[in-house]
């Protein structure tokens, strides 16, 4: 009889240690995959810009594009910024998209008009920002940011590596 109790113990433990232990990275990521930067406090809690790259539009330089992240947070998002205004709606929409270790596929994305995210640029503004994704390794990310015509063509981009 003990011995019984002392398996069924030993058992509880170790089924105890596994649910307590385990669900606790998922529910951080699931907390904050499409969240926003900002009023998570992530945006300032141990900041990180990656990596940051330049858009040119028929060879003049227009902005850049950041993959931007928190290391306390464990999140990346990407963020935009035009030297010049938008001159007609939807100008421009970042996406950031993240991958599992050197997968070739994304497993998640948002962008500046997703959850989490504060809207394209549109005329007379001049940034946006996505949703934040989780970005604890194996997982990496990437920004990638849209400028469109006026009739909705994308006439240019830039990407970041993945961080």
Known sequence: MKKRLNILLLFALVLGLFFTVTPIEKASALSYDNSNPYSTGCANKSPITYETKGIY???????????????YCQTAWGYVKLYSVAPYNTYANVGTYRYYGTSSSSNART?????????????GETSCYTGQL???DPYNSLAVVYIYSSDGRVIAQAQTGRH
């Not at 003049?60 to 928190?70: C, T």
């Not at 962008?111 to 005329?123: W, Y």
């Open 57 to 71: 539009k028929n060879g003049v330089k227009i902005g850049y594009v950041q993959l931007k992240g928190s290391a």
């Open 111 to 123: 962008f500046c008009n997703s959850s989490g995210g504060n809207g394209v640029v549109n005329k």
């Open 134 to 136: 989780w970005d604890k």
